[in-house]
């Protein structure tokens, strides 16, 4: 009897884990293509950057559970970039879009933008212009978070 308690306290944490990941899966697409699209802006991905959004991923409590899955979103996103930058660019604004519903998910994207922006010491105009629409995107005021 406990045998299956246990089986079944197994099985429903799994759930509620993948439940989790499927809930956040258009916050995870919107957060590391935003910090990949700001990282690539002014043509080149520095570092700095790197490993700023290396490390913003990694500590994210609501990526957590995601594991690799966010290392293969930010490859993809890179590979995008790098094959056609306006074609991966309107892939991760639509992204974007799909959490400009959940105030707080499109404060979580914008502000994880505007850490990697500034990562290198100082804000690109690119990287700006970037800035600019996302938070138009989202329905934020950019004056807010800077």
Same mark, same amino acid.
Do not use: W
């Given at each position: 009897?406990? @045998?299956?308690? +246990?089986?079944?306290?197994? +099985?429903?944490?799994?759930?509620?884990?993948?439940?989790?990941?499927?809930?956040?899966?258009?916050?995870?697409?919107?957060?590391? @293509?935003?910090?990949?699209?700001?990282?690539?802006?002014?043509?080149?991905?520095?570092?700095?950057?790197?490993?700023?959004?290396?490390?913003?991923?990694?500590?994210?409590?609501?990526?957590?559970?995601? @594991?690799?899955? %966010?290392?293969?979103?930010?490859?993809?996103?890179?590979?995008?970039?790098?094959?056609?930058?306006?074609?991966?660019?309107?892939?991760?604004?639509?992204?974007? @879009?799909?959490?400009?519903?959940?105030?707080?998910?499109?404060?979580?994207?914008?502000?994880?933008?505007?850490?990697?922006?500034?990562?290198?010491?100082?804000?690109?105009?690119?990287?700006? +212009?970037?800035?600019?629409?996302?938070?138009?995107?989202?329905?934020?005021?950019?004056?807010?978070? %800077?």
């Amino acid at each position: 009897m406990f @045998g299956l308690g +246990k089986m079944f306290g197994k +099985k429903a944490t799994a759930a509620r884990t993948e439940l989790k990941k499927l809930e956040n899966r258009d916050l995870m697409e919107a957060v590391v @293509g935003g910090c990949m699209l700001i990282a690539f802006a002014d043509g080149e991905c520095e570092e700095a950057e790197l490993k700023t959004i290396e490390s913003l991923l990694r500590t994210s409590k609501a990526l957590e559970g995601f @594991g690799h899955e %966010v290392t293969d979103t930010m490859n993809r996103f890179t590979e995008r970039l790098h094959a056609g930058y306006r074609v991966a660019r309107l892939e991760i604004l639509r992204e974007i @879009g799909d959490v400009k519903g959940n105030r707080a998910e499109a404060e979580d994207v914008l502000v994880s933008m505007l850490t990697i922006a500034e990562a290198d010491g100082e804000i690109e105009p690119q990287e700006q +212009k970037e800035l600019d629409v996302v938070a138009n995107t989202l329905g934020l005021r950019l004056a807010d978070y %800077v």
